[in-house]
């Protein structure tokens, strides 16, 4: 199974001048953990996790003065859409990441999430015929 699979292409973006509590308002509305960050005068992508706003909060830092651009995670990791599932899975695993953004070329075509490769695998599972043990 490949990311193209699994991914959402639903993605929340903003942009990186909006307060933590703007992004972590539109997240949960959604029931999301995190946002893409495009900065249209950079081009750049970049993404804002929970776990982003949670050190800043933890910190004592201010969700309504502090913009996304200066909390985004640090060594995105982009997944392409013809990953296999476990290309990504691994990926999330060396960098310690629970999502990945999934761009296409210089295009941002979807987010996955480890919540999505497990619910492909459970899936892929299902669909798999049980194996009868004869003794």
Partial sequence: MLVRDGMSTIIL????????RTA?????ARHIGAAVVIDPDTSGIGIL???????????????????AGDHLT?????????????D????MTRGNFRH???????????????RDIVR?????????PATVLVG
């Fill in 13 to 20: 973006t903003i942009g990186p001048t909006h307060t933590l």
């Fill in 100 to 114: 990945l953004v999934v761009v296409d070329g210089d295009d941002v075509v979807g987010i996955i999430s480890v």
């Fill in 120 to 128: 492909c695998a459970l899936r892929q599972r299902e669909r798999e």
């Fill in 88 to 91: 990504a899975a691994a990926a």
């Fill in 74 to 86: 640090s060594n995105v990791v982009f997944a392409a859409p013809q990953w296999t599932l476990s």
């Fill in 24 to 28: 972590a308002r539109r997240m949960a």
């Fill in 49 to 67: 996790t929970e776990r982003d706003i949670l050190i800043s909060l933890g910190s004592g830092q201010d969700p309504d003065r502090e913009i």
